[in-house]
């Protein structure tokens, strides 16, 4: 495998991978405009698994045991409920649920969603948005022997979960998508070429479950050793704590991470990823 020359100090002409799905075009644009060369490898794919059936099943259960607390990990899936709620007119009916007992968010994205719908927000995780932090934002809620609605992303928060659990409440997630490989593979594997081959500068990964999807298509193709070889000779940038968690646990290091942990301040990680490749010469 070719060795990368770590030279560049900006973004110019820098090759940055990008792993994103969802705002591939926005991140990817963002830079462009600060003049590097993209290449976008989608690794992750956002399946909705909600039916109006889970909907009346959801609503049928917490008029028999209304729930204390409820909380909202992600703005996409607070948006694909309420939006599944609005087609088959359960809307008011499921708002009326979140008004009868305190809510819970981990971040801006999920808060703002609940506000487009009138929705009261009673506790909100402080940066960086973790587990952590949601925890502390409901750790003054007592909660034994009573239901807390989880807004489930694409996995269950194992961590969120265990926590909400030791304080003795009695979790029910809301599965609202799941999380799988993307069915287009081919740009995964031109970025594992290009890994391979020492031509990328930079590679981002805005979500764990993209590290981990990359590690199962790598492995699929018999290439874990060569792709994870070649992630360790580029300068890998994350969006946050948990992302760069992940990376740790796989063995991979954190050149640099986004702070705060938003699109918008990723390409301050990139240009520091690659400054601190420059200054080890």
Known sequence: ????????????????????????????ALMRRHGAVTLSAPALAEIP?????????????TRRQPPKLAIFQTGTGTRVLFGMAREHGAALALGAVFDRCLVAVRGPKPA??????GIRIDRSAQA????????????????????????????????????????GATVREIPVYRWA???DLAPLMVLMDELEAGRVDAVVFTS????????TVATDAGRFETVWEALRASRLVSIGPVCSQA??????????EASPPKLGFLVAAVRAALD???DRG
């Open 128 to 167: 960086p948005y973790t587990t952590v932090e949601l925890l502390a934002a409901v750790a003054d809620i007592a909660m034994a022997n009573q239901i807390v609605l989880v807004q489930r992303y694409g996995e269950t928060n194992d961590a969120l979960r265990a926590g909400l659990e030791n304080a």
């Open 1 to 28: 495998m070719a060795t990368l020359p770590h030279t560049k100090t900006d973004l110019q002409e820098a090759t940055v991978a990008l792993l994103e799905a969802r705002a591939a075009d926005q991140v990817a």
């Open 247 to 256: 990376l740790r646990d796989l063995g991979l290091p954190v050149h640099a």
């Open 276 to 278: 601190s490749s420059a």
């Open 49 to 61: 698994v909600i039916e109006p059936e889970a909907v009346q099943a959801l609503l049928e259960e």
């Open 208 to 215: 764990a479950s993209q590290l981990r999807n990359l590690r």
């Open 112 to 117: 703002a969603a609940l506000r487009s719908h």
């Open 181 to 183: 490989l993307p069915a």
